[in-house]
Structures are given as structure tokens and as C-alpha cells.
Nanobody
Framework: QARPVESGGGSGQTGGSLRLLCDVA????????MGWFFQPPGKERESVGT??????TTSYVDSAQGRFAISQDRGTLYLQQNNLQPEVTRLYYC????????????????????WGQGTQVSVSS
């Protein structure tokens, strides 16, 4: 399976919005969970949330509720960020995990094996 490809990163203003994209066409007809993650410099990668690519069911970590929205459309995965907060520059990644017999997509980060290269987001105050 090809790696997902992120795009849409850049600079945003505090209080504004930004939308990231991820090309997931190769996964769109398969049994995969897709996840969005971020990583500040020098820190561990953290999850934002996931989406089950077959039916669009989403789940988010508590800190992401209300700030992020994950969606998909025709082979493209989206991460909508609203009410941007002034934070250090972060890399955002999308990644795929085969769902198989799992009951949902609330998966540990280690379950995601196919990672994109990341796209950088910076927010100025």
C-alpha cells in the first residue's frame, strides 16, 4: 500500500481555521482506520482522532473534541481545525491501520503502520 500524502499545512492566525488534507485513495475501498496525529518539536507523537474509512465513523481524543473535525470524501481525508490556538509549530501526520476484526478505530498509535511524511502547521498570535 502506498503511503498517505498530507498537504494543506502552513501558517494560521489565532482564532482562525485551517484544513489539512491527506490522499488516501489507495485505502478508500479497504478495511482501514485512518488517523490524524500531531508532533511538536522534540516531543512524542499524539493522536487527534480516527475515522473508519468504510462508513465515516469518527472518534477523537478528549483534548481534540470541539477543536478538530475529521472527514473523508472520495479518497481524501480532511482535518479541519477551528479556533486555532497559538502553539509551537507542529507536524501533522495521517496514517492507516488495518481494522480487520477490531470493533472500532480507537487504536493505539502503534497500530498505525502506514504513515505519511507530515505537513507543518504554525499558528501565530
Amino acid at each position: 500500500q502506498a503511503r498517505p500524502v498530507e498537504s494543506g499545512g502552513g501558517s494560521g492566525q489565532t482564532g482562525g481555521s485551517l484544513r489539512l488534507l491527506c490522499d488516501v485513495a489507495e485505502y478508500s475501498k479497504s478495511d482501514y482506520c485512518m488517523g490524524w496525529f500531531f508532533q511538536p518539536p522534540g516531543k512524542e507523537r499524539e493522536s487527534v482522532g480516527t475515522i473508519y474509512i468504510r462508513n465515516g465513523t469518527t472518534s477523537y481524543v478528549d483534548s481534540a473534541q470541539g477543536r478538530f473535525a475529521i472527514s473523508q470524501d472520495r479518497g481524501t481525508l480532511y482535518l479541519q481545525q477551528n479556533n486555532l490556538q497559538p502553539e509551537v509549530t507542529r507536524l501533522y501526520y495521517c496514517a492507516a491501520a488495518y481494522k480487520g476484526g477490531r470493533s472500532n478505530c480507537r487504536l493505539a498509535l502503534e497500530s498505525f503502520r502506514n504513515w505519511g511524511q507530515g505537513t507543518q502547521v504554525s499558528v501565530s498570535s
